[in-house]
């Protein structure tokens, strides 16, 4: 399993927003902080504010900071938001239609650990 930029770079600039918490970031600072493009910072910050991980603020004082505290917040939820179902494998064997396929276990079971894992880390522990 692999993740794509929008995780990598929509977990790097939680975690700017974590630790600045409770004040308000601008994209620009946050682009620049993390070298990450201001337009695709944008699109990432869009998807995070539809899924109420951010808020917004408008105005010359204005934006972005979590919508909870950091402790509230799961690497999970960033990534699934981001990524969507985090399921490893989708298998596409007709036995799987059955419940017969018997490796349809193992990636579930790994579909399970890396969301418990996800889940269990914080934004304030990174």
């Not at 869009?46 to 899924?51: D, I, N």
């Not at 505290?69 to 494998?89: C, F, H, N, Q, R």
Request: glycine content about 4%; aromatic content about 6%; proline content about 3%.
């Amino acid at each position: 399993m692999q993740f794509s930029t929008k995780a990598e770079y929509g977990l790097r600039a939680s975690i700017v927003l974590a630790k600045a918490y409770p004040k308000l970031r601008s994209i620009s600072e946050v682009s620049r902080e993390e070298n990450i493009s201001h337009k695709y910072l944008e699109q990432i910050f869009s998807v995070l504010k539809k899924a109420s991980l951010l808020v917004s603020y408008k105005g010359k004082s204005g934006g972005y900071k979590l919508s909870q505290t950091p402790s509230k917040i799961s690497v999970l939820e960033i990534v699934e938001a981001l990524e969507g179902d985090l399921a490893p494998m989708k298998c596409h064997s007709p036995a799987c239609k059955n419940e017969k396929c018997a490796s349809k276990k193992v990636w579930i079971k790994l579909g399970k650990e890396i969301k418990k894992t996800l889940r269990n880390i914080k934004l304030s522990q990174l």
